[in-house]
């Protein structure tokens, strides 16, 4: 039973905006989503989370669907440097009470 | 401030030996975290940290691996009779609260650099 469901892979042209699914089909109703990134050879890094609604900050917007059970995290103007693994997360009792990451989604900005 | 800091950046050691691995988490946050990741893969979780003890060490793949928090800061990971399989990167990471205690706000994390353990 997968906690969270991610392309292996992706593109997107400079400039444009990228767009990352998750689905997350057992999260339970209090259970918020993370969304991280990691770039080569760097720890992950925070990106924006959410339960219900959906949230902007100033690196991207989260869009929740209204049964939870999936997100999309929007980029809205990539950059080269938005090159990296994204990883959709959350913490509840169907990952065990862990944070899971399972191998996240390989952003390629191209040029 | 200062983010979370892991030392050394990078450990080689032969089979057998032990290693111990330090986290210093951000001032203030009550959660430390470890992972562990391989190559291609993403961070698995080994243990983490709630205060000076561990709330959820299922993690461990086995018991030669050990971590600590005496003061509820600074966390060492040790690693006795290391392995070559035991070779990755090791993360570590801190947040404010604790998941499940607050509802999810102030449960992000920070992650350190890593150190890049490599056994010969």
């Known amino acids: 039973d997968a906690k969270t469901t991610q392309p292996p892979s992706m593109d997107c042209a400079e400039g444009r905006a990228a767009n990352l699914p998750c689905n997350h089909s057992?999260?339970?109703?209090?259970?918020?989503v993370y969304w991280y990134r990691q770039i080569h050879s760097q720890g992950p890094q925070y990106i924006i989370h959410?339960?219900?609604n959906n949230e902007t900050n100033e690196m991207a917007s989260l869009i929740i669907t209204e049964d939870r059970k999936s997100s999309t995290l929007i980029l809205p103007h990539a950059t080269l440097r938005d090159t990296a693994v994204y990883y959709c997360i959350y913490w509840g009792k169907n990952t065990g009470n862990q944070f899971y990451f399972g191998t996240g989604t390989s952003l390629t900005v191209i040029p | 401030g200062a983010g979370v800091s892991q030392t050394p950046s990078n450990k080689v050691t032969e089979k057998g030996k032990y290693v111990e691995l330090r986290c210093d988490p951000i001032s203030g946050h009550t959660a430390l975290y470890w992972y562990r990741q391989s190559l291609g893969q993403g961070p698995e979780f080994l243990i983490y940290f709630q205060g000076t003890g561990a709330a959820d060490d299922s993690g461990l793949p086995n018991d030669r691996f050990f971590a600590v928090r005496p003061e509820g800061s600074v966390s060492t990971l040790k690693i006795q009779r290391t392995e070559r399989g035991d070779s990755a990167v090791y993360l570590c990471a801190s947040s404010l609260n604790v998941p499940g205690t607050s509802g999810g706000q102030y449960n992000e994390q920070f992650f350190g650099p890593g150190t890049r353990l490599t056994v010969l």
């Open positions: 959410g339960l219900k």
């Open positions: 057992t999260i339970s109703g209090n259970e918020y």
